[in-house]
T-cell receptor, first 110, second 113 residues
């Protein structure tokens, strides 16, 4: 199936640093979602975006729906050790199908 | 509010066998989607059920099937298991399946030997 291009694939950062990751697609999406997945668990929804240009925050997390509707980014400010995990973007197309990025593995060094 | 529950959490099966996985959505959610997650292919959409009807289907062979009951609980069945079916199977529920967020369950880890 279609995959979104998510980058970077992995990141190693120091606690306290800011993090940025993004997803791009060749198709237009109506919704962008960002999830975090811990090992052996299902993804947990972090932020949902519904309109082009929309900027939404959830605590230290901020995500934006690109104005072209083909991209989205997620920023994490002042990272902490519990931010460790895999972050996925997901986009929903006009046919209500969801497509997922390959994930960004975040490692935070205390 | 209870989250999405999936049973069993872990399963080991032999090639050629069949398996049934169960998903109970969040109360009030009518849409249930199933995904397969593997290290190589990532998260891939299997199918979506809404009000007991399959509304969307991904690109998986006919060995993968599902159904939804009147209480919105859903089951997924895989027949004639292959080694490549080893994966984490996730279900996600949403209120209407349209402009709504999906909430994932913890997944069922299926190992085929």
């Amino acid at each position: 199936g279609q995959q979104l291009n998510q980058s970077p694939q992995s990141m190693f950062i120091q606690e306290g640093e800011d993090v940025s990751m993004n997803c791009t697609s060749s198709s237009i999406f109506n919704t962008w979602l960002w999830y975090k997945q811990d090992p052996g668990e299902g993804p947990v929804l972090l932020i949902a975006l519904y309109k082009a240009g929309e900027l939404t925050s959830n605590g230290r997390l901020t995500a934006q729906f690109g104005i072209t509707r083909k991209d989205s980014f997620l920023n994490i400010s002042a990272s902490i050790p519990s931010d460790v995990g895999i972050y996925f973007c997901a986009g929903r197309d006009n046919f209500n199908k969801f497509y997922f990025g390959s994930g960004t593995k975040l490692n935070v060094k205390p | 509010k209870a989250g999405v529950t999936q049973t069993p959490r872990y399963l080991i099966k032999t090639r050629g066998q069949q398996v049934t996985l169960s998903c109970s959505p969040i109360s009030g959610h009518r849409s249930v989607s199933w995904y397969q997650q593997t290290p190589g292919q990532g998260l891939q959409f299997l199918f979506e059920y809404f009000s007991e009807t399959q509304r969307n289907k991904g690109n998986f062979p006919g060995r993968f099937s599902g159904r939804q009951f009147s209480n919105s609980r859903s089951e997924m069945n895989v027949s004639t298991l292959e080694l490549g079916d080893s994966a984490l199977y996730l279900c996600a529920s949403s209120r209407e399946g349209g402009y709504d967020e999906q909430y994932f369950g913890p997944g069922t880890r299926l190992t085929v030997t």
